[in-house]
């Protein structure tokens, strides 16, 4: 089965966000307000072929926490959804 | 009211995705069969004060298309949700 995957990959809490700082700092001259806490992440989607959902999850989860994160300062979040047959 | 906004930013269908093909590439030699089709994004999350929902959906757009993405090679997917009251 093919399975369509979503990585949300955040810093974590206490992490320093220099991107999100910056882009936080310049809404206001651009005449945004009311805009907050502003994070930036990646976001990393794939196709995996598994046999099931469980094998399709632990695969992904073992490739954020080996490849695609640093579990020092990162977090992440997996979305599976079985992809649509063609 | 205040609202949580996630906004994912995608390249667009054929522009080069570097950072895919290569995180695709290094994958089978680390062991990981079965994953295709990687595309990295940013994911960018920021809260926002507003009147109600389609006052909030109308800023996030106008921000998105005019400082958080290059519409000329990137989309971008906006999440609203309403953040829980403290």
């Given at each position: 089965m093919t399975f369509d995957a979503v990585v949300e990959v955040r810093l974590r809490p206490g992490i320093a966000d220099p991107q999100g700082a910056t882009i936080e700092r310049a809404l206001p001259a651009l005449?945004?307000?009311?805009?907050?806490?502003v994070q930036v992440g990646k976001s990393i989607r794939f196709t995996v072929e598994a046999a099931d959902e469980a094998a399709a999850r632990s695969l992904v989860d073992d490739l954020c926490h080996r490849f695609l994160t640093n579990p020092v300062i990162e977090d992440s979040v997996v979305t599976l959804t079985a992809a649509a047959v063609a």
């Open positions: 005449g945004f307000d009311g805009v907050g806490g």
